[in-house]
């Protein structure tokens, strides 16, 4: 296909998605916000996966007991008041007025409590708390909830106002009663928007409808936290994977925000007046995952290796191409957050290669093929792989590249039979760094053994120190138990950080009050001028 018909097809199908959304009353352009998240709506429920487009999607339409403001303090979303007893045992949440569903139906004590219960069984903050709950009930009143344990949690408040991961949506008490293990269908919630079911089509749009029956909190909007103001009536999801598509669309204001924009057409978006906002600012760990289960990387040493060999810098320039858009980060827990630390990294961490040749050497490797999976259609990943295959050969390592994409390599991370039988030994991800930062949310840190995350850790001891952390009740306990954790971390290596970066968002110009959190797009509290 020539150059000039390429483009042609690419203008083409923002007009062709645009077309299918028309409504039977068209809005005023600026009353309608179109938005290009970063992957297509698949499943509704922010309980039973982290997908960050989830957990985007559950904050149009639900609300939490605490949001979270720009500097990740929890702060009172749909809590009045609450309290804490001298002990530290028992909390006590009273609802604010004005709470209600989509469906007209006020939001009770006992919404939450089952809410919470459902979350609890899935997410991990969630299970640490209910392990040590005596009692979570509803009160008389209908507006209070008294949540009762037998040891003092410390993290109670952060775990509440969680932005990303498993979100603790508060949803009515009939929708909550659904197994955490099966999705939900009924998307009734209490946010400020409502999700427009008979407009959704997968794979190509979303549609939401402003609140009206909303009543948001009073002090001013930053992060999730203070009042959620939706100052347009109409926000649609369009699902554009392809990047260039995706920016000829928002230079000809088809589209008002692109999430994850190509990172190649971020000069040209600049130029033709778009805004380029770094609105994440925590951005996303690189993680190169090993197979514990099985030789080489059952053994420590040979996954201590590659701390030494895998050179940040290299990688991530060979993923980005302009500087500004990445760090290099040796800190588990994320460089910028406030669970950084530089405990227990080593001296010649990704430059020494003699130190990683005679690791591979003492574990016993056998020179039998290391199956790297490989998924192209992540032009990322795919870039730091073929880095990554390169060092492994320097190290003396035999490298069996297996191509595959994003999706097949989730999949077949859940085998757990060795590389031979079909299953693998190493594959590069990434999480946001907001979910990386939380030493107890940081799923792939977790060292539980079968209960693991793919990669299956397993260290009775570093375990333990997860498990510690939100009992340590001063700030001096928690930072000495965050290097502990970190200092283990180099010890078990259950993956290798290969750098930090940002993906800025890029907005049209007529748009203001961009909220920015994590892990997840806001877009409430955002204008739209008209042109």
């Known amino acids: 296909m020539s150059r000039r018909r390429y483009l042609s097809a690419a203008l083409a199908l923002p007009a062709l998605l645009l077309a299918g959304l028309a409504t039977a009353q068209p809005l005023p352009p600026e009353r309608v916000l179109r938005v290009v998240p970063n992957a297509d ?67 009770t004590g006992a919404d939450v409590v089952a ?46 106002s969680k932005p990303s991961g498993n979100m603790p949506a508060i949803m009515p008490a009939r929708v909550a009663a659904t197994d955490p293990f099966t999705a939900i269908q009924d998307t009734t919630g209490s946010g400020p928007f409502i999700f427009d079911r008979a407009a959704w ?94 030789p080489p990387f059952n053994d420590a040493r040979a996954r201590q290796a590659l701390l030494y060999m895998v050179d940040q810098e290299e990688m991530l320039q060979g993923m980005f191409p302009e500087p500004e858009l990445y760090q290099e980060c040796h800190a588990f827990f994320v460089c910028g957050s406030l669970q950084e630390t530089d405990a227990g990294v080593p001296r010649g961490i990704g430059h020494d290669m003699e130190r990683a040749r005679a690791l591979i050497r003492e574990s016993g490797y056998d020179g039998r093929p290391i199956v790297l999976m490989d998924p192209t259609d992540n032009p990322f990943i795919h870039a730091a792989t073929l880095v990554l295959a390169q060092r492994l050969q320097q190290a003396g390592m035999t490298v069996d590249v297996q191509v595959t994409d994003f999706a097949t390599m989730a999949t077949r991370r859940a085998i757990r039979k060795p590389a031979a039988e079909g299953g693998w030994d190493i594959g590069l991800t990434f999480w946001n760094g907001l979910g990386a930062s939380d030493p107890v949310g940081n799923v792939p840190m977790q060292a539980s053994c079968d209960r693991a995350w793919p990669g299956w850790p397993c260290d009775a001891e570093h375990q333990a120190l997860i498990d510690a952390f939100p009992y340590a009740t001063t700030p001096e306990d928690r930072s000495r138990t965050l290097e502990a954790l970190q200092v283990s971390a180099y010890r078990v290596v259950p993956y290798v950080p290969f750098g930090q970066w940002f993906l800025p968002a890029a907005l049209s110009p007529r748009l203001s009050g961009v909220l920015g959190m994590p892990g997840i797009i806001i877009l409430w509290n955002i204008q739209k001028t008209a042109r």
């Open 115 to 160: 809410s919470l219960r459902r979350w609890g069984a899935r997410d991990p903050h969630g299970r640490q708390i209910l392990a040590v709950t005596e009692s979570l009930s509803a009160d008389d009143d209908g507006r209070s909830v008294t949540w009762v344990l037998r040891r003092p949690y410390a993290l109670m408040l952060d775990a509440l």
């Open 201 to 294: 089509v997968p794979g190509s749009s979303v549609v939401y409808r402003r609140n009206a029956a909303y009543q948001p909190r009073a002090e001013p909007a930053s992060g999730t936290a203070g009042g959620k103001v939706v100052k347009v009536d109409r926000v649609e999801w369009l699902n554009i994977a392809n990047a260039q598509t995706a920016a000829l669309a928002l230079v000809q204001g088809e589209v008002d925000f692109v999430e994850t924009p190509g990172v190649d057409f971020l000069p040209l978006l600049r130029q033709r007046g778009a805004q380029v906002l770094r609105i994440n600012a925590l951005g996303f760990q690189g993680m190169l995952r090993m197979n514990h289960l099985h």
């Open 41 to 107: 709506l698949q499943t509704l429920d922010p309980i039973n996966t982290t997908a960050g487009v989830v957990q985007s999607h559950a904050h149009m339409i639900y609300d939490q007991l605490f949001g979270r403001d720009a500097r990740q303090r929890p702060q009172p979303q749909m809590v009045e008041r609450w309290s804490l007893s001298p002990d530290a045992l028992t909390w006590r949440f009273t609802l604010r007025d004005g709470l209600a569903f989509h469906d007209g139906a006020k939001v």
